[in-house]
């Protein structure tokens, strides 16, 4: 009987969950984020240091990408 109740209760779980992903009695563990294109500017420096900048360059403070921190620009 245990056994039986065991069964008819896990196979509900995975009829509610059919999607992909994780889900545990219809409810998303990792609920999926939109995804957004990001257009990167790789420059390279003087020093042949490569940075990659989103979207836009400004003349003065600008966040790299692939250093990860706020790198000041100039534009000559």
Do not use: Q
């Amino acid at each position: 009987m245990l056994v039986r109740v065991m069964i008819s209760l896990l196979s509900m779980l995975t009829v509610i969950g059919c999607s992909p992903g994780w889900r545990v009695a219809g409810y998303e563990l990792n609920p999926k984020k939109e995804m957004t294109n990001t257009v990167f500017i790789e420059i390279v420096a003087h020093d042949s240091t490569m940075h990659w900048y989103a979207d836009k360059i400004y003349h003065g403070d600008n966040y790299c990408i692939l250093h990860n921190k706020w790198e000041e620009v100039r534009v000559k």
